[in-house]
């Protein structure tokens, strides 16, 4: 998707390694988003940032840990990867005016053996 | 808090019907309100979305969704399916917070078959 970058696109952890997802953007928007998807569960919001420097949880943090150090890059990390972070992760972008278009990535698909 | 509830996690309909999704919301203030798709491997699309100007909502590739706000429903449809709809549908919710910091609260999903 036009200017929102996800690398890798595709990765095999084993258990108890770390990983950094990185999502970069060229639409200058503030908020950014992870999401991870899995089967019958939709998406769910892993953490976000409403700026450059500031970050939160959202709905299953557990696990992970962010950073927005640079307003176009949101970096996702994962310290001891467990088989069950495996899962595709999106990250998307927010921006407009109310309500809000999002942008997503292409995503990541992680696999944790 | 809010959320959706997608009614169906698969759908199938042959080639020409009527495609019919269906949405339900909760949510303690107006809602704004959105319909994605997924093709396989790809990453999600904006089909449709609420602004509050108007209760039906016309979208991409002929899709339109209602909002009936009686009902907390805002259910996705096309008039006649094509093979390319073959997708995942998600709809999704947000609201302001109360820290104004809005965030996208997706349903669970529902896979569309379309029967040649």
């Known amino acids: 998707n036009a200017g929102v970058t996800q690398t890798p696109k595709f990765r095999v952890l084993k258990t108890g390694q770390s990983m950094t997802l990185l999502c970069a953007q060229d639409?200058?928007?503030?908020?950014m988003y992870w999401y991870r998807q899995d089967p019958g569960m939709g998406l769910r919001l892993i953490h976000y940032s409403v700026g450059e420097g500031t970050t939160a949880k959202g709905e299953v943090p557990d696990g992970y840990n962010v950073s927005r150090l640079k307003k176009q890059n949101f970096l996702l990390g994962l310290e001891s990867a467990a088989p069950s972070q495996t899962s595709v992760y999106f990250c998307a972008l927010r921006g407009g005016r109310p309500p809000y278009g999002y942008t997503f990535g292409s995503g990541t698909r992680l696999t944790v053996v | 808090a809010q959320s959706v509830t997608q009614l169906g996690s698969h759908v199938s309909v042959s080639e020409g019907a009527l495609v019919l999704l269906r949405c339900n919301y909760s949510?303690?203030?107006?809602?704004?309100l959105f319909w994605y798709v997924q093709y396989p491997n790809q990453g999600l699309q904006l089909l449709l979305k609420y602004t509050s100007a108007a209760t039906l909502v016309k979208g991409i590739n002929d899709f339109e969704a209602e909002f009936k706000k009686s009902e907390t429903s805002f259910h996705l449809t096309k008039p006649s399916a094509h093979m390319s709809d073959a997708a995942e549908y998600f709809c999704a919710v947000s609201r302001t917070s109360n820290f104004g910091n809005e965030k996208l609260t997706f349903g669970t999903g529902t896979r569309l078959t379309i029967i040649p």
């Open positions: 949510s303690s203030v107006p809602p704004y």
């Open positions: 639409m200058n928007h503030e908020y």
